[in-house]
Nanobody, 123 residues
Framework: QVQLVESGGGLVHAGDSLKISCAASGRTFSNYAMGWFRQAPGKEREFVAT????????DYAESMKGRFAISRDNAKNTVYLQMNSLKPEDTAVYYC????????????????WGQGTQVTVSS
């Protein structure tokens, strides 16, 4: 089992930056690729970013490229999502997720999920 706890969400203004975190416990964190997903009210959960077990590879949804950055610190069992130039359409609950070894952009391929953290961007 891997337990994931997100933190750092909140209310910001358009154009602001925000960094959210996901702390993992349980199994060996460095065995897991990590992903960030988000879900806005009335919409399906969508892929945001993913990072390989050692942080050497990352991938982003097209609309997040250049604005968001995923990173991880295996010594702290934590993955981060730095979000810059936030827009009202970025408003959503942001979830982190873990899967063994290989990165993925597909939600159902992830085994473990956190409870989510709300990010609200006002115009």
């Amino acid at each position: 089992q891997v337990q994931l706890v997100e933190s750092g969400g909140g209310l910001v203004h358009a154009g602001d930056s925000l960094k959210i975190s996901c702390a993992a416990s349980g199994r060996t964190f460095s065995n897991y690729a990590m992903g960030w997903f988000r879900q806005a009210p009335g919409k399906e959960r969508e892929f945001v970013a993913t990072i390989s077990w050692n942080g050497g590879n990352t991938d982003y949804a097209e609309s997040m490229k250049g604005r968001f950055a995923i990173s991880r610190d295996n010594a702290k069992n934590t993955v981060y999502l730095q979000m810059n130039s936030l827009k009202p359409e970025d408003t959503a609950v942001y979830y982190c997720a873990a899967k063994l070894f290989v990165m993925s952009t597909i939600p159902y391929e992830y085994t473990y999920w956190g409870q989510g953290t709300q990010v609200t961007v006002s115009s």
